[in-house]
């Protein structure tokens, strides 16, 4: 079994039925039994996954939603733990949910040693009879079809829901990574407050998130694209409706996507030049549901002067390349899996 445990959304996979779960990261408890995050043993959870998504900013006042994931780590343990034992439960068929079985676990390139320890105890309290953990950026990589055991370089940029993972990979590993805490979620915050100060609303982040999906652009350019939004008006609190452009949403992004592209040269800049040339013939492959954004690939082609294309099913790669990579689709000598396994 391969798992994305990511900020935005948990994805299972296994070998014979491929992707068997896609649901947020967010996990809902009542809080009569939840009396701080990580505090209460006898907490009562009330939904995960889109379930508890959807009563973000919205649950009453005897409910609490939690989003135990922060920047690809766990930022919450209790929680986490609960929300993998929810969704290791809905992806098993009802005769296998007493049976433990092997678990391959995506986590971002910078993680501590203290933070891949929490996945994997998470991982084991949710049925896992052993733990590997495989680099978010190799497994995107394997995901997208890119020849990583090869001698030729290949690039991958995988925007995640809270991190950006930028790798180089040749023979089976990684020669050169990066990791950025900045991912989805800042792009959505980006935006709130982009209209925050242009239009003196404020949204909430499902409506944010909403508008990237919808009409968002890494580019200023026609067709420009328009939708309604509505928030509330920081003059008085009271509903305000504003028409949201495409080239708004360009400009709340600029800084962020700066802060990513930034990360790609500096990896450029510490690679070996027999890499970057290969990279320069094959390009750069986004992954992660941040490679959705529009015209995100033109914008990264115009900034480095590469070629740059979207993977096919980006918000799946990282999952089904961990799952390859338990299948043993790696150099025997250059193992995918963690030195903390």
């Given at each position: 079994?391969?798992?994305?445990?990511?900020?935005?959304?948990?994805?299972?996979?296994?070998?014979?039925?491929?992707?068997?779960?896609?649901?947020?990261?967010?996990?809902?408890?009542?809080?009569?039994?939840?009396?701080?995050?990580?505090?209460?043993?006898?907490?009562?959870?009330?939904?995960?996954?889109?379930?508890?998504?959807?009563?973000?900013?919205?649950?009453?006042?005897n409910?609490?939603?939690?989003?135990?994931?922060?920047?690809?780590?766990?930022?919450?343990?209790?929680?986490?733990?609960?929300?993998?034992?929810?969704?290791?439960?809905?992806?098993?068929?009802?005769?296998?949910?007493?049976?433990?079985?092997?678990f391959?676990?995506?986590?971002?390139?910078?993680?501590?040693?203290?933070?891949?320890r929490?996945?994997?105890e998470?991982?084991?309290?949710?049925?896992?009879?052993?733990?590997?953990?495989?680099?978010?950026?190799?497994?995107?990589?394997?995901?997208?079809?890119?020849p990583?055991?090869?001698?030729?370089?290949?690039?991958v940029?995988?925007?995640?829901?809270?991190?950006?993972e930028?790798?180089?990979?040749a023979?089976?590993?990684?020669?050169?990574?990066?990791s950025?805490?900045?991912?989805?979620?800042?792009?959505?915050?980006?935006?709130?407050?982009?209209?925050?100060n242009?239009?003196?609303?404020?949204?909430?982040?499902?409506t944010a998130?909403?508008?990237?999906?919808?009409?968002?652009?890494?580019?200023?350019?026609?067709?420009?694209?328009?939708m309604?939004?509505?928030?509330?008006s920081v003059?008085?609190?009271?509903p305000?409706?504003?028409?949201?452009?495409?080239?708004?949403?360009?400009d709340?992004?600029?800084f962020?996507?700066r802060?990513?592209?930034?990360?790609?040269r500096?990896?450029?800049?510490?690679?070996?030049?027999?890499?970057?040339?290969?990279?320069?013939?094959?390009g750069?492959?986004?992954?992660?549901?941040?490679?959705?954004?529009g015209?995100?690939?033109?914008?990264?082609?115009?900034?480095?002067?590469?070629?740059?294309?979207?993977?096919?099913?980006?918000?799946?790669c990282?999952?089904?390349?961990?799952?390859?990579?338990?299948a043993?689709?790696?150099?025997?000598?250059?193992?995918?899996?963690?030195a903390?396994?």
């Amino acid at each position: 079994m391969a798992v994305d445990l990511g900020t935005a959304n948990t994805l299972i996979y296994t070998a014979d039925r491929g992707i068997v779960l896609d649901e947020p990261s967010v996990v809902c408890f009542e809080r009569h039994g939840f009396k701080g995050k990580g505090k209460a043993a006898d907490a009562s959870v009330a939904a995960v996954g889109a379930q508890a998504k959807a009563l973000v900013g919205r649950a009453p006042q005897n409910l609490e939603t939690v989003k135990p994931l922060s920047h690809g780590v766990i930022a919450d343990f209790f929680a986490a733990e609960h929300m993998m034992r929810r969704f290791v439960a809905m992806a098993r068929p009802r005769r296998l949910l007493s049976r433990r079985s092997a678990f391959t676990v995506c986590v971002p390139g910078d993680a501590t040693r203290v933070e891949r320890r929490a996945v994997r105890e998470a991982a084991f309290a949710s049925g896992a009879a052993t733990v590997n953990l495989i680099d978010e950026s190799l497994a995107s990589a394997l995901g997208a079809g890119l020849p990583v055991g090869a001698p030729t370089g290949s690039m991958v940029v995988d925007i995640g829901g809270g991190t950006t993972e930028v790798g180089v990979i040749a023979l089976g590993s990684v020669a050169r990574s990066g990791s950025l805490r900045v991912g989805g979620d800042q792009f959505d915050r980006a935006i709130i407050e982009h209209v925050r100060n242009l239009y003196g609303v404020i949204l909430g982040e499902q409506t944010a998130e909403h508008l990237k999906m919808t009409i968002g652009s890494a580019l200023h350019g026609e067709p420009i694209e328009r939708m309604r939004a509505t928030g509330r008006s920081v003059e008085d609190g009271l509903p305000r409706t504003v028409e949201i452009t495409s080239e708004d949403i360009a400009d709340a992004l600029a800084f962020p996507l700066r802060q990513v592209i930034g990360m790609v040269r500096r990896v450029f800049e510490s690679a070996p030049p027999e890499l970057v040339t290969d990279i320069a013939d094959s390009g750069i492959v986004l992954t992660g549901g941040g490679a959705l954004l529009g015209r995100l690939d033109q914008c990264f082609a115009a900034e480095l002067g590469v070629p740059v294309r979207v993977a096919d099913a980006p918000l799946t790669c990282a999952v089904r390349g961990a799952g390859a990579a338990a299948a043993g689709a790696v150099l025997a000598d250059q193992p995918a899996f963690s030195a903390y396994d």
